[in-house]
């Protein structure tokens, strides 16, 4: 445990993906990490739940409104995302993407870019 905090709290940023197959305990895991971070995030940690996400361009809006952040209709959602994230200091924690695997890690390279922190993902 100490090991994961200590890379998801590394200023350079990293992608955390924890894999294993259902049941093993990815989840927890990453939920007992984002706990002990929780006052390294002055803005909070997120649990995103991608499990009925079904379609990758639906992605960046689950993500965006899981996390309150208002998308206007004349504006690109991944460039409003990025613009919340590059202003906050927050956690983020993908969870059942197993099935959205490149727009996953295309979002959590430009949460990256635009925050220096990677969210960790859990997923089979």
Known sequence: ????CRTLLREDGCLLT???PGGVGKTRLALEAAAKLLDAHVDGVWLIDLATVTEVEL???TVATALGVRVELDCEP???LLGYLAKHQLLVVLDNCEHL????SGQSANSARASGCWPPVASR
């Open 18 to 20: 924890l894999v294993g």
């Open 101 to 104: 695997v490149e727009a996953c």
């Open 1 to 4: 445990m100490y090991a994961l």
């Open 78 to 80: 991944t460039a409003t």
């Open 59 to 61: 992605v960046v809006p």
